[in-house]
């Protein structure tokens, strides 16, 4: 059988209930704040981990730069070693003018 509550026992079970209901919302803060501090904690290491990948992504990207950069000076440095196209083509007109093997087969 329940005990009818007195005066002195309903303002304690009244306190206890209280009581539980705040230790309630401190459990669900504690596990939410848990929660946070390993989403946190994973962001980070996935942030690092994409920053490192992004750093040595533009290590290679320079490296490739630098040789492109490289093979442009090559390249421009051999090109006055090259005769221009138009040049070829006039010494071609004028070869073609003067053919002295051909002079000499008019004259046989």
């Keep these: 059988m329940d005990i009818p509550p007195t005066p002195e026992s309903g303002g304690f079970d009244e306190f206890k209930a209280k009581l539980r ?10 596990d939410r704040l848990l929660l946070l501090g390993q989403n946190i904690v994973e962001i980070k290491e996935k942030s690092t981990e ?12 320079k490296q490739e730069v630098e040789k492109i950069r490289e093979i442009l000076e090559t390249v421009s440095s051999e090109l006055p070693k090259y005769a221009k196209k138009e ?3 006039i010494l071609s007109k004028q070869a073609k003018m003067f053919q002295p093997l051909e002079l000499l087969k008019d004259r046989e």
Aim: aromatic share 0%.
């Design 87 to 89: 040049d070829v083509e």
């Design 50 to 61: 994409k920053s490192l990948e992004m750093k040595k992504e533009i290590e290679k990207i």
């Design 21 to 30: 209901d705040l230790e309630e919302k401190q459990r669900i803060l504690k």
